[in-house]
């Protein structure tokens, strides 16, 4: 092996070991922000067509370790980790199939957000600027079982279409996004503007933001930007209260030095 090689190797390690970690940091901060729990999953495209990364089905979604996110082919094979992937894989493998923009796609089971699923005239609309995302409109997928075959993961992709979320009807949610720190973001703020969204419904009749406000606002809206930003503060929350530890975070991407990261629950759960 040339130098070169052994350089490739180093990188594409690293970058593996990038993404398990932020995949890890972003579910247990999804448990801390109440929007994960004891199912739903996240994942990210992996460094080959056809592979991605993503937790066992066994694992807590609470106390995920970096080290435990499988590596896993888009025919549910495990490549790289122990356990078994979790059973709707195929909503990740399809979504990933159908989408060459996607590079992380998070499922989850957000009832207050799934509610928009059980009403008539239930769609979601932006109300909160950073929805703008999803000015186009929330597809809802009305298969309301689990997806646990490549055939409905096919037809959950279709149902998603170009779109950056969909609803599953009377089951939950997927999102994506071209990586974890953007994902993240877009879940915080999906399920932000679906509260946002319910409570306006009780004061009276609903004012979305229309397609040029939103237009107006992802004129100047910098995304990878945000991301980051939202990120850090998470993470800076997550340090403080021990959900995440700090060699998880890359410098990148970890609050300032010099922030308060004293754990108080002993960042060992
Ligand atoms: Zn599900």
């Keep these: 092996m040339d130098r070169r090689e052994q350089t490739e190797g180093g990188e594409q390690r690293g970058r593996a070991r990038q993404v398990r970690q932020q995949l890890a940091v972003a579910t247990r901060m999804l ?7 004891y199912s739903g999953h996240l994942s990210a495209r992996g460094p080959s067509d056809e592979l991605f990364y993503v937790q066992p089905v066994d694992d807590s979604r609470a106390s995920l370790r970096p080290e435990r996110v499988l590596l896993v082919s888009f025919d549910g094979e495990v490549v790289e980790g122990e356990g078994k992937p979790p059973s709707e894989l195929a909503i990740h493998a399809e979504l990933y199939r159908a989408r060459s923009d996607v590079g992380a796609v998070a499922h989850f089971h957000h009832d207050p957000t799934t509610m928009f699923t059980m009403v008539e005239n239930g769609a979601i609309v932006p109300v909160k600027n950073h929805a703008s995302r999803w000015a186009a409109g929330v597809p809802v997928h009305l ?87 939202l990120w850090k503060y998470h993470t800076s929350v997550a340090l403080s209260s021990g959900s995440v530890l700090p060699e998880w975070l890359d410098a990148e991407t970890a609050p300032v030095a010099g922030d308060t990261w004293a754990p108080v629950r002993g960042g060992s759960r």
């Design 143 to 229: 298969d309301a079982s689990h997806i646990a075959t490549a055939a409905q993961g096919r037809a959950l992709a279709g149902t998603l279409g170009g779109a950056g979320a969909a609803l599953l009807r009377g089951h939950g949610e997927v999102v994506v996004a071209e990586d974890v720190l953007t994902l993240f973001a877009d879940v915080v703020h999906f399920v932000e503007n679906a509260d946002a969204l319910a409570h306006a419904m009780q004061l009276g009749r609903v004012r979305p933001l229309d397609r040029t406000e939103c237009d107006r606002f992802l004129d100047t809206f910098q995304r990878d930007r945000h991301a980051r930003k």
């Design 31 to 37: 448990v801390d922000a109440g929007i994960l729990g």
